[in-house]
């Protein structure tokens, strides 16, 4: 497999970046549809902005953008988008087996496909899909793993509240943070790991739930930080809130807001702006004829609360797990948004 892993900044758009050429170049708008998960997850609404903000930047894409609410939805919006002759389509799927058809029917219909968070095992060797893009989901987990292993003593008792059942991302994360925990203190036991479907809603349920059953614990780690925020609301009805570390993921302006207060220790940092954008300069590329590379895997890595004000206070590099990690210019700008209430 041919992938590529793209850095963080503004050097990012290069990679992929066609120059306009005999695919876009006509003068005429080029339709690009997008659907992904609900945009009430703050982190897949970046993303999708994200897309917005490179399309309207080439000046010659419309892109069609839409959320959707569950599998069926989403497949109602992809039919409706295929018959409307978009020239290329991205998806985030909620089911990667379930959005199967679907591929087939873009395929029929000439449409090259762009998976977003999310492989397909099989469907780029059929043809079915052009390129995914999605960061290490497995080693962003492993990193919070092993951080909170490294932090926490003996026997500790871990929650870990999932996303949705058939969701890669959130299934790969979550191997990943019991892979870098068992490494990190072998001790320690997850106790309790259950979808809430990245909702904080149900996360507040399923985390009651969980405590219940399991009033002991001694961490918690969401597969998000809409997850981290209803774990929060269900320890502080067990007057938990502070005592039980938190961990979040995606890094939102809101879950890093959360780790600079202490409200959460962590945030796992996604850069699904990356996604987003990468997937308009993919596009472009492939319908200028260019060679695409089979994965983009943006960068993944973890901000504890120190390391957050050590951003806020201009930290060039931070350390996560032993290793530098290096600060551009846009997560510095994002830790500081965060920091300051803009969000």
Not at 42 to 47: G, L, T, V, Y
Not at 64 to 77: E, F, G, I
Not at 118 to 133: C, D, F, K, P, Y
Request: hydrophobic letters at 45%; aromatic letters at 4%.
């Amino acid at each position: 497999m041919r992938k590529v892993l793209i850095a963080c900044g503004a050097a990012t758009v290069l990679l992929l970046a066609g120059c306009a050429g005999a695919g876009t170049d006509s003068g005429h708008k080029i339709k690009v549809g997008l659907v992904t998960q609900a945009w009430d997850n703050p982190a897949i609404k970046d993303m999708s902005e994200a897309a917005e903000a490179a399309a309207a930047a080439k000046g010659n894409i419309e892109l069609l953008s839409q959320d959707s609410r569950d599998m069926q939805d989403m497949v109602t919006k992809l039919q409706a988008m295929i018959g409307r002759g978009v020239k290329a389509l991205g998806i985030e799927p909620w089911d990667k087996q379930q959005i199967m058809p679907i591929l087939t029917q873009a395929k029929a219909a000439g449409i090259p496909v762009f998976i977003l968070q999310s492989e397909i095992e099989g469907a780029q060797n059929r043809g079915l899909v052009v390129t995914s893009i999605i960061g290490d989901e497995t080693e962003g987990g492993k990193v919070a793993g092993t951080w909170l292993g490294h932090h926490l003593n003996g026997a500790a008792k871990v929650a870990v509240l999932e996303g949705a059942p058939a969701d890669t991302p959130g299934i790969e994360r979550a191997n990943g943070f019991e892979q870098g925990l068992a490494a990190a203190n072998p001790g320690a036991t997850i106790v309790a790991r259950q979808p809430a479907d990245w909702a904080r809603d149900k996360a507040l349920r399923v985390m009651t739930d969980i405590l219940t059953a399991h009033p002991e614990i001694d961490a918690v780690f969401a597969d998000n930080d809409e997850m981290a925020f209803g774990a929060i609301s269900a320890l502080e009805t067990r007057n938990l809130k502070g005592k039980v570390p938190v961990i979040g993921y995606n890094g939102t302006c809101i879950g890093l807001r959360a780790t600079y207060q202490g409200t959460f220790v962590a945030s796992g940092i996604l850069f699904l702006d990356h996604v987003g954008s990468e997937f308009i300069n993919s596009v472009v590329a492939r319908l200028d004829g260019q060679g695409i590379p089979e994965k983009v895997e943006p960068p993944i890595t973890l901000l504890t609360t120190d390391q957050v004000k050590e951003i806020s206070g201009g930290a060039k590099s931070v350390d996560v797990n032993g290793k530098p990690f290096n600060v551009d210019d846009a997560l510095a700008k994002r830790v500081n948004d965060a920091v300051a209430g803009r969000c």
